[in-house]
């Protein structure tokens, strides 16, 4: 029996969010004890914690772990090379979803059956090396801060937000109701409900923290299909979801493999923190293709997306001809909202491709101790620059986006303007005002020809 004692010291509880082992082994080449094909190892391991040196451990769980073993030998297999070792990979061993404890307590047995061929043939295990991986002290407190900053932020500007809409005469438009959700979507998953793992052991926080992230991905990506879709001209549906549902639906569909995906993993290791969906061929083959295929199609996500904007700017520099014809004041009003738009729809561009580049880096890195290959590194500052720039996004959009209430009077309005009487002025890139659609969203839709 191989036993261990895991010491939380680096957080002092406040390492709270994922701790993965792994497991090393070393093995020694005998002529005689060769390790044998397929050969598989079995482990009888539980694991128990405590949080006082003088408490009695407390069982989490109890379970044996098969793994298949994959070591080559290097040099010639002949008695000169006896006791040199395999080169082996490492095995995923236990995942919890929250590190809550000041001390675990990790027991390994290697039991012996050779009637039932149970840890026969896999040579002469000289030693066992754990892997601990864990979101440390230092970026849990950087974390747990601008969560704690973020959550009351955006949701102050979508109540804002909001409250300007309803203030209107008219009922709110699709665009409108998916920006607030999008706020939704983006104020849910700021909410820092990791404080309370502090006094709480929840385990599912892995699972909850995933469910959070895959529900903000699909209204994200929604949203930038519906965001370009309502300022293309030649789009005739305008104002329903159901003009959308060739471009949605596949997100929602991906979404729902997303989450059976992850349900098979850490929704089984809820019970059993040593259940992993990679230890098997199969398994290792479905997690593989499902981190390719999930890259490949966000690539023609971001490439479909990156046509649509091309479509939007051809529709707007087509509008752009008429300008030289107007007065100057109004001129000049509408190139500033066509230029504003245009970076707008730019700064959506870079974080598409930044959100992009995150999930597949992020998969690739979460799998490279799994299956080997390359190795990505995810740092911290990369993880939380993408998350800040989420919330900065959401929250510039909601602010340019909230409908203005200021009305100039008749004799401003039919000057050198040439708008209607009461009729809004807005110098932001906003879509909408009391009476409905106008400036950049009536300049490159249908209403714009007519």
Avoid at 122 to 143: A, M, P, S, Y
Avoid at 276 to 300: H, Q, R
Avoid at 390 to 419: C, E, I, R, T
Wanted: overall charge neutral.
């Amino acid at each position: 029996m191989a036993g261990a004692i895991i010491e939380n010291m680096s957080t002092k509880k406040l390492c709270i969010v994922g701790g993965i082992l792994l497991v090393f082994q070393v093995i020694a080449f005998l002529v005689g004890g060769l390790i044998g094909e397929n050969a598989e190892v079995s482990m009888d391991v539980s694991l128990a914690y405590r949080d006082d040196m003088f408490a009695e451990w407390t069982e989490m769980a109890h379970e044996r772990v098969p793994r298949k073993l994959k070591c080559t030998f290097t040099s010639p297999k002949t008695p000169e090379h006896e006791g040199r070792y395999y080169e082996c990979d490492v095995l995923p061993f236990m995942e919890i979803g929250s590190v809550a404890h000041k001390y675990y307590l990790l027991n390994i047995r290697l039991p012996v059956n050779e009637k039932k061929k149970i840890n026969v043939g896999i040579g002469e295990i000289k030693d066992i090396r754990l892997v601990g991986i864990h979101q440390n002290g230092g970026f849990t407190k950087v974390w747990f801060a601008m969560k704690t900053f973020l959550t009351p932020s955006i949701f102050i500007i979508m109540v804002w937000y909001w409250r300007r809409i309803t203030m209107m005469s008219r009922p709110p438009v699709l665009l409108e109701k998916v920006i607030f959700a999008l706020g939704i979507s983006m104020t849910f998953i700021n909410i820092p409900v990791e404080w309370f793992s502090i006094g709480f052991d929840w385990t599912w926080m892995l699972l909850f923290g995933d469910i959070r992230q895959g529900i903000f991905y699909a209204m994200l990506l929604s949203f930038w299909i519906i965001f370009c879709g309502e300022h293309m001209m030649d789009q005739h549906e305008r104002n329903h979801i159901a003009g959308y549902w060739k471009q949605v639906g596949p997100i929602a569909v991906g979404s729902f493999c997303l989450f059976i995906f992850d349900m098979c993993e850490r929704g089984v290791q809820l019970t059993n923190p040593f259940y992993s969906i990679w230890t098997t061929d199969v398994g290792t083959e479905l997690a593989m293709a499902f981190i390719i295929v999930a890259g490949i199609c966000l690539c023609l996500y971001f490439l479909f997306l990156c046509f649509m904007v091309f479509q939007v700017f051809r529709n707007i520099s087509g509008k752009q001809s008429s300008l030289p014809a107007m007065s100057k004041v109004r001129r000049l009003h509408y190139e500033g909202l066509i230029f504003r738009f245009k970076f707008l729809m730019l700064i959506t561009l870079a974080c598409a491709a930044m959100t992009v580049i995150f999930f597949i880096v992020s998969q690739v890195t979460e799998g490279h101790w799994k299956w080997g290959g390359v190795t990505v590194q995810v740092n911290s500052a990369f993880f939380t620059g993408i998350y800040g720039m989420w919330n900065l996004y959401v929250f510039a959009l909601m602010f340019l986006y909230a409908p203005s209430h200021k009305n100039y009077g008749d004799d401003q309005s039919n000057g050198d303007l040439g708008v209607h009487s009461g009729e809004e002025l807005q110098l932001t890139t906003t879509i909408t005002h009391v009476h409905g659609p106008t400036e950049i969203y009536k300049l490159t839709r249908k209403e714009a020809q007519e």
